[in-house]
């Protein structure tokens, strides 16, 4: 008898605890929306390269993150009526920073992907973009398309959609790079035969870079662009779209993409 009611005891005090469980994982407090979160902060900590120009890159002259990404960075926080805090990440590593909590979103120019999706929730596209192809100046072939690179050596971005499509394709031997620099370096000095990026950097470059390097053919469908944050902010993500849609709305995304692109590349083609 006695042995039964402590059964009975201990099965009651363990489907309290399993219920009180339940309870907690379904409270708002226990995963408040990061809306709430950062507000509460004051604070809107914000991932980006850092090493990615024009989008997000230190001033020379002030050591000062700078670029669309950071304008873009900066009218969000300011439109949510809080200060930004950038973090310079690499690539590689800033999905998995942002995974853990590391900071609240990243503005640097992430591809809207299904596999992405999987893991984050993204903001309504901020930029469209095409993959593009760099090659060397005194280079005479002519690639135009990623199937005519089997047998030659391409650098992508480590962790890239870029990265993604290069190694979708049989023959080609890829290169992953941490960071642009040095996978442009590679390209001029010929240790690598092309390079796969953004084209709104590769137009960006020729204008500013003084590397014998020169503009191949665009390859692939058009990038969507977005802002990643972590599952379950469905009130952060509402918020964030709006800004999203009313400086798309108003023109000041436009004027931000012209700024640094001299083309309106905030919608789609």
Not at 11 to 33: E, I, T, V
Not at 146 to 151: M, T
Not at 162 to 183: D, H, L, M, T
Not at 211 to 223: D, F, R, S, T, Y
Request: with cysteine.
């Amino acid at each position: 008898m006695v042995k039964h009611s402590n059964l009975v005891t201990r099965r009651a005090a363990l489907c309290a605890g399993l219920a009180l469980a339940c309870l907690a994982m379904q409270s708002p407090a226990q995963a408040a929306d990061l809306l709430q979160d950062a507000k509460k902060r004051g604070v809107l900590r914000i991932a980006m390269e850092g090493t990615y120009p024009p989008f997000n890159y230190k001033d020379p002259k002030t050591g000062q993150l700078t670029g669309y990404d950071v304008d873009v960075a900066k009218l969000v926080a300011n439109k949510l009526g809080l200060r930004p805090e950038f973090v310079a990440t690499e690539w590689a590593a800033i999905l998995a920073g942002l995974a853990a909590g590391k900071y609240d979103v990243i503005v640097s120019q992430v591809g809207i992907t299904p596999r992405r999706e999987q893991s984050f929730d993204f903001s309504r596209p901020y930029t469209y973009s095409h993959p593009q192809l760099i090659v060397r100046k005194n280079d005479r072939a002519t690639y135009t398309s990623l199937a005519e690179l089997k047998g030659k050596r391409l650098g992508v971005g480590q962790g890239s959609v870029f990265e993604q499509q290069a190694k979708a394709v049989p023959g080609i031997e890829v290169k992953s790079y941490p960071a642009a620099p040095e996978n442009l370096q590679d390209l001029a000095f010929g240790r690598i035969d092309a390079a796969l990026n953004d084209s709104l950097m590769v137009a960006y470059l020729l204008k500013n870079s003084q590397l014998p390097i020169k503009a191949g053919a665009k390859v692939g469908a058009v990038e969507r662009m977005g802002i990643p944050f972590r599952k379950g902010s469905p009130q952060f993500k509402a918020a964030l779209d709006k800004i999203l849609l009313d400086a798309a709305n108003d023109g000041t995304l436009k004027a931000l993409s012209i700024k640094w692109f001299g083309i309106d590349a905030t919608r789609a083609p």
